[in-house]
């Protein structure tokens, strides 16, 4: 894996912003006096139905909103390029990684309810994890690679899971022996449940140290399987339960069990199907794992509802989802400078991003001259299918795409954000 010879070149990046007068004139940091033009919100039309056009995608939906008022709600296209349909906001489309921002959600009104604290060992739960080892790449003589298990120099937390700092990866990027040891588990093969996923991972060595790298993997799986010791609940159920149902979220869920769910399910184009997660992804056939990393399937409208309430920091419609306090603490970077959290190649977040539970956070311009458009203290993420939402606290905004491309997601969700950004007038 690939590492930065130094840690954290952001340090000053704030005082080099305020220094430097060409950021005055891009997109990134705007005044909250700003409107949007009507006129340069059309390039959104015109940018989607280019695409769709050009075959890349068979449709999508955009909404916006701002101070608390939908300024742009579009569909593009249609479902699925087969059947004709239209997109709607009941379609349903599979959010792949979008879905663990609900799920750390879930973790965190656990800890409003005293029953979860982040810093418990995540063997207080799942006693398995209390035997797990950290995978060390070491040569023979000559010059192979074998790995040495090493014990952690400390349990993997709570708050480890939620950061992607437990050394839990993924087995299908990257090349350490590792990725390829997960990889050769077969972890998703048969039909396990969340407790015997849980299991599987336990077994696992650890990419590294637990706090010591941002790293991407099977840490929100394991999250689902605490959730359901700590709350005495299947899953789903105390998400449905605690969230999707107070929420309105009527079509949010991990399968899709009745033949109209299906047939309002979106498609990605014939030839853009592979998702590339290491795993199939087929929401239509029920299984009993429920994927907290990437499992969920949802709609436009739903997700704008549970968007629209972390932009109101954790309520909505009068009612209030996470206290103040612990909103806060899941809406703040946790791996600053001087957290001891190195980034490397795999650093999903991106420049000038740290990271909250399961949103990046907006810390900084980051080091591209011009700075991608944004504000300070902005939330996002997205998933491999190609969803996506943006919150802006500065600006009192917030937008949601939804479409199903794992080829042409992000640059459509860059050319998004520029466009959003740029229709802003002062």
Not at 16 to 36: C, G, H, K, R, W
Not at 293 to 309: A, K
């Amino acid at each position: 894996m690939l590492r930065r010879a130094k840690r954290w070149l952001m340090a000053g990046a704030l005082a080099a912003m305020a220094a430097n007068p060409a950021i005055a004139e891009t997109t990134f940091d705007l005044p909250p006096s700003v409107q949007f033009s009507d006129k340069k919100l059309e390039r959104i039309d015109e940018f989607f139905n280019k695409i769709i056009a050009e075959g890349k995608i068979p449709g999508a939906i955009v909404y916006i909103e701002r101070h608390g008022k939908p300024v742009y709600h579009k569909y593009f296209g249609v479902r699925d390029v087969a059947t004709k349909e239209p997109m709607t906001d009941d379609t349903i489309f599979r959010l792949a990684s979008l879905t663990k921002p609900f799920t750390a959600f879930a973790v965190m009104t656990l800890v409003d309810d005293g029953k979860i604290k982040l810093d418990d060992p995540v063997s207080k739960y799942i006693p398995a994890f209390a035997d797990t080892k950290v995978g060390v790449e070491k040569k023979r003589e000559d010059g192979e690679k074998y790995l040495d298990f090493v014990a952690p120099k400390r349990p993997i937390l709570v708050s480890d899971l939620l950061l992607h700092t437990s050394g839990i990866t993924y087995g299908f990027y990257g090349d350490s022996l590792v990725r390829k040891t997960i990889a050769a588990a077969k972890i998703y093969d048969g039909d396990p449940s969340n407790a015997e996923f849980a299991e599987r991972i336990a077994k696992l060595p650890l990419q590294e140290q637990p706090g010591t790298l941002w790293d991407y993997g099977n840490s929100y799986e394991v999250l689902g399987r605490v959730i359901e010791v700590a709350s005495g609940k299947s899953f789903y159920e105390y998400q449905k339960e605690r969230l999707f149902d107070p929420l309105g979220m009527k079509d949010t869920r991990y399968y899709l069990a009745t033949d109209e769910q299906k047939a309002r399910m979106a498609q990605p184009m014939p030839n853009d199907a592979d998702f590339r997660v290491g795993r199939p992804s087929r929401p239509d056939i029920v299984k009993k794992w429920e994927s907290g990393g990437g499992g969920l399937t949802s709609t436009p409208s739903d997700v704008i509802r549970f968007v629209r309430m972390l932009h109101n920091k954790g309520e909505l419609d009068g009612k209030r989802y996470l206290s103040e306090a612990v909103f806060k603490d899941m809406t703040t970077d946790h791996i600053a400078p001087n957290s001891g959290v190195e980034r490397d190649y795999f650093y999903f977040p991106g420049d000038g991003f740290g990271y909250g539970y399961g949103l990046g956070v907006r810390t900084d311009a980051g080091n591209a001259k011009p700075p991608p458009p944004g504000s300070l203290g902005e939330l996002k993420w997205d998933g491999a299918s190609g969803c996506y939402f943006v919150v802006d606290p500065k600006l009192d905004m917030f937008f949601v795409l939804m479409e199903q491309t794992p080829s042409h997601r992000q640059p459509i969700q860059r050319e998004l954000k520029k466009l959003v950004y740029e229709a802003l007038d002062n």
